[in-house]
């Protein structure tokens, strides 16, 4: 079992940047792959990215790659989400979630999540 808890999120300005955060506790947190989601209102929960186990390894959204960045400190039990040059279509409710497989991009394949933190982008 992990618990995940994601924090970081706000109210920011278009061309502004946010760091997310999600701490793990429970069992191992190296032996998940992390995944970041975001749902928006009256949307699918979309995926973002994901990281492998020891974080060398990274699979993003097409559409942001090149502004969002991942990456995780096992020492930590955390796993970050850098946001730049943000968009008011980015404003949604991030999710962090965890897996024992590699790379997954569907939020359906994995099996713990966090309760999701609040991204407002205003324009």
């Known amino acids: 079992q992990v618990q995940l808890v994601e924090s970081g999120g706000g109210l920011v300005q278009a061309g502004g940047s946010l760091r997310l955060s999600c701490a793990a506790s429970?069992?191992?947190?190296?032996?998940?792959?992390m995944g970041w989601f975001r749902q928006a209102p009256g949307k699918e929960r979309e995926f973002v990215v994901a990281v492998s186990w020891t974080g060398t390894r990274s699979r993003y959204a097409d559409s942001l790659k090149g502004r969002f960045t991942i990456s995780r400190d096992n020492a930590k039990n955390t796993v970050y989400l850098q946001m730049n040059s943000l968009k008011p279509e980015d404003t949604a409710v991030y999710y962090c979630?965890?897996?024992?497989?590699?790379?997954?991009?569907?939020?359906?394949?994995?099996?713990?999540w966090g309760q999701g933190t609040q991204v407002t982008v205003s324009s």
């Open positions: 979630a965890a897996v024992n497989r590699y790379p997954v991009v569907v939020a359906t394949g994995y099996d713990y």
């Open positions: 429970g069992r191992t947190f190296s032996s998940y792959a």
